[in-house]
């Protein structure tokens, strides 16, 4: 049986829902009060009920209780997490979930006897980043990889959906123009959040992913305005892009989301997918065809 924690989530539902059509027999964790239901409605989310209505076998718990997750990873061969605290409050931190929730859920693991953990990271996490996200991820990859679990982790770049989904689709709906900061012109590995589902199913079986980790991303890098551009060449009309100088608040996104732009365009980042493409055997998605399916589709 394979444990998915962080199955309400966007990319936790789609593995979900793909190890499921596998025919595998997957448990989901699932807080009390999970915030799910009205976070799908955003796209941003899985409802636990459609996830157990298609055959999945629901535990209740969370990655601050330790009891929880030990009750949670008893009988399972697999774990997959895709959980984190970006879209949380409260008690749920990333120092309670992103670092110690996660090794939590590592040290239940190998205490039930748990076979491969596959866990999902970021590109370019280090635990001297001044993100503490970032920081917390990087901690993670040593706790796993020290623990003596068979593990994957995944370490894709920035999420088309949730990035592009509010810095080009938030004005859109309003009608307003779409604000990048300094030029926009920083290339960035983007990645579609159904590509990082695919290689979390085939991490399951694939012998290649074995105590590997795997970076993911699109067939090249972009920048913001390139995004923009395509996205209105998809939807046959040209955005209006507003540029803002660096530091500014953006209008209308997350101010985490608005404060991590202008850090967008302090650096550049890229990921060669032709040989991971081959070992795997998943083509990575363009711009232009996941712009196509999101705002059209």
Known sequence: ???????????????????????NSVRILVRHNSPATEM??????????????????????DLKDRASLDAACAGIETVITTANSILR?????????DLQGTQNLIDAAKTAGVRHLIYTSADGVDINHPNPFYQAKAACEAHLAASGLDYTILKPGVFMEVWIGAVVGIP??????VTLVGKGNHQHAFVSVGDVAKYAVTAVSHAAARNKA??????????WTEI???????????????????GETVPLIPEMMS????????YESG????????????????LAVFAERFFKG
């Not at 990921?271 to 363009?286: C, K, L, V, W």
């Open 1 to 23: 049986m394979i444990l998915v924690v962080g199955a309400t989530g966007l990319l936790g539902g789609m593995i979900t829902q793909q190890l499921l059509q596998q025919g």
């Open 40 to 61: 799908a409605k955003q796209g941003l989310g899985t409802p636990a009920q459609t996830l157990i209505d298609a055959g999945a076998q629901p535990v209740y718990g």
């Open 89 to 97: 409050g409260g008690e749920d931190t990333i120092e309670s979930v």
């Open 172 to 177: 859109l709906q309003a009608g307003q123009p």
């Open 214 to 223: 795997i970076r993911i991303a699109g067939p090249v890098s972009y920048t």
């Open 228 to 246: 923009v551009e395509t996205t209105g060449q998809v939807l046959g009309q040209s955005l209006p892009i507003n540029y803002m100088p660096m």
């Open 259 to 266: 404060s991590m732009l202008s850090g967008f365009e302090t």
């Open 271 to 286: 990921i060669d997918m032709n040989e991971t493409a081959s070992i795997y055997g998943i083509q990575p998605t363009p």
